[in-house]
């Protein structure tokens, strides 16, 4: 009769660390399910030119917009081609005397954007870098706003504009900055 006791607590003690377990489980699996989850970098080429990204919590890409003022292409002959590259950095928290080589900005997939406004109209052109961070354009003679497009919708990386003037049959070289937010 005196192993009963212990018996009961035994089954109490039991009984109380399952339903520890169940709750703390279960809290935990909404903890997880509210935490910011990462979409890849891929973009979709919409049918006006333009590029949208995967965004929400199931990662699709995003709705093509039904602007139809987004040409992909300059239509008149007085072109110019702007060539270049978009960067992310920094890519490594501290920097290091001497600098190590892989902690140097990188070139990735972006979507380039590049828009001019004249006589009130807005008009942009956009393309799609490569996996090193490459990029081309044809543009029509202007000044241009160009800049690496955050497919993502999210604060980082920041991508910095640039103001270029694109001259016809002249070759422009652009460099991007992305900015991480690694400090």
Known sequence: MQ?????LTFIVLLI?????GYAYGH???R???????????EAKE???????????PNCEFAACSHATSTPTR????NTGLVKGKIVLGPVCPVERIP??????????????TATSVSGGATVTYSTVSDA??????????GTYDIEGVNAQQVSLPRCAPEEITVMPGRTLSVSLYCDTGIR
């Not at 919409?46 to 929400?56: E, I, K, M, S």
Request: one cysteine or more; glycine letters at 12%.
């Open 16 to 20: 109380g660390v399952g339903a520890y």
């Open 3 to 7: 192993r009963a006791p212990f018996i």
């Open 132 to 141: 090193n961070g490459y990029f081309s354009m044809t543009l029509a003679q």
């Open 46 to 56: 919409c049918p006006d030119g333009t590029y949208v990204g995967r965004t929400g």
């Open 99 to 112: 600098p190590d080589p892989a902690c140097s900005p990188k070139g990735f997939v972006s979507r380039i």
């Open 31 to 41: 903890v997880s399910a509210m935490r910011e989850h990462a979409c890849t970098m």
């Open 74 to 77: 300059p239509k008149n002959e």
């Open 27 to 29: 809290s935990f699996s």
